[in-house]
């Protein structure tokens, strides 16, 4: 495999080595956190599953007030 790397990247061994390492660690995290979510998953967890209040509907139709269009406007100006 190294030599394989070696043709394909022209790096030192010690920039492929880093990489190869790199890549191996991210991979054996992901497998630890799937691992996890699979041994807990959210749904379980009453601290994380919860359902939000109802609250009042937001009146919308569609065109956005003048007023919010003026605002951002301003805004856009300000940090242009």
């Known amino acids: 495999m190294l030599a394989a ?3 394909l ?4 061994d010690s920039e492929l080595l880093d990489r190869a390492l790199t890549a191996l660690v991210e991979q054996l995290e992901a497998q630890r956190e ?4 699979a ?3 959210y749904e379980d967890d009453p601290d994380l599953v919860w ?3 109802p609250g009042p509907d937001l009146p919308y ?9 003026k605002l951002a406007h301003r805004r856009r100006r300000q940090t242009g």
């Open 61 to 69: 139709d569609g065109a956005v007030p003048a007023d919010v269009m």
């Open 34 to 37: 799937l691992s996890a979510l």
């Open 51 to 53: 359902q939000a209040p």
């Open 5 to 7: 790397a070696r043709r």
């Open 39 to 41: 041994d807990q998953p």
């Open 9 to 12: 990247a022209s790096q030192p």
